[in-house]
């Protein structure tokens, strides 16, 4: 699996849109990026995938870049609830393999009142 | 639904004690995975399994034991416990081993003293 990297840490502004980046230039055509986040010390939460085509859900919008390198995660109107830190994950959809999402540390995002 | 319930929540274990963490998910999924999270650090795959009666090592499986006898309990055995084993320890359940949608519990937080 690709190999991502992210910011350590954020803060955005309570009610502002809150962009977290996150680097995978190794990325092969066939590995999705996923996003999970993770509230204190409960167990990560999934948030969204995609592979190439920018996607949205009631929690957040995923926009991939062209060349697949890299993309953003964003929660459009942050509230405090959103402090988290969260993970970008890139590898392959293989439905036989029961594969391992790999964890890295991801961002620490602060929601500031 | 409950989702995946682990129990216990918190355990303190004396070195060289065994003990099992329970975990039971109700959404009939095939895919179990037990992942440990020591603090300020991502998660690490222990085992998973993609199916009753089956189940393979992940990253971390070395003093970890796991069995399968049905879709719904994935229970991780600790058979001596040593300090190095501390950790939050968090089991996922998914539909499929694509990624997307696990679903976690809420963790289990023990101790070896």
């Known amino acids: 699996d690709a190999k991502t990297t992210q910011p350590t840490s954020m803060d955005c502004a309570e009610g502002r849109a809150a962009n977290l980046p996150c680097n995978h230039s190794?990325?092969?055509?066939?590995?999705?990026v996923y996003w999970y986040r993770q509230i204190h010390s409960q167990g990560p939460q999934y948030i969204i995938h995609?592979?190439?085509n920018n996607e949205t859900n009631e929690m957040a919008s995923l926009i991939i870049t062209e060349d697949r390198k890299s993309s953003t995660l964003i929660l459009p109107h942050a509230t405090l609830r959103d402090t988290a830190v969260y993970y970008c994950?890139?590898?392959?959809?293989?439905?036989?393999?029961?594969?391992?999402?790999?964890f890295g540390t991801g961002t620490r995002l602060a929601v500031r009142p | 639904n409950a989702g995946v319930t682990q129990t216990p929540k918190f355990r303190i274990l004396k070195i060289g004690q065994s003990m099992t963490l329970q975990c039971t998910q109700d959404?009939?999924?095939?895919?179990m995975y037990w992942y440990r999270q020591d603090p300020g650090m991502g998660l690490k795959l222990i085992y998973y399994?993609?199916?009753?009666?089956?189940?393979d090592k992940g990253e971390v499986p070395n003093g970890y034991n796991v069995s399968r006898s049905t879709t719904e309990d994935f229970p991780l055995r600790l058979e001596l416990a040593a300090p190095s084993q501390t950790s939050v320890y968090f089991c996922?359940?998914?539909?499929?081993?694509?990624?997307?949608?696990?679903?976690f519990g809420s963790g289990t937080r023990l101790t070896v003293v």
């Open positions: 995609g592979l190439k």
């Open positions: 190794t990325i092969s055509g066939n590995e999705y």
């Open positions: 399994s993609v199916g009753a009666g089956i189940t």
């Open positions: 959404m009939n999924h095939n895919y």
């Open positions: 996922a359940s998914s539909e499929a081993g694509t990624g997307y949608g696990y679903t």
């Open positions: 994950i890139v590898r392959v959809a293989q439905k036989s393999s029961g594969d391992k999402l790999t």
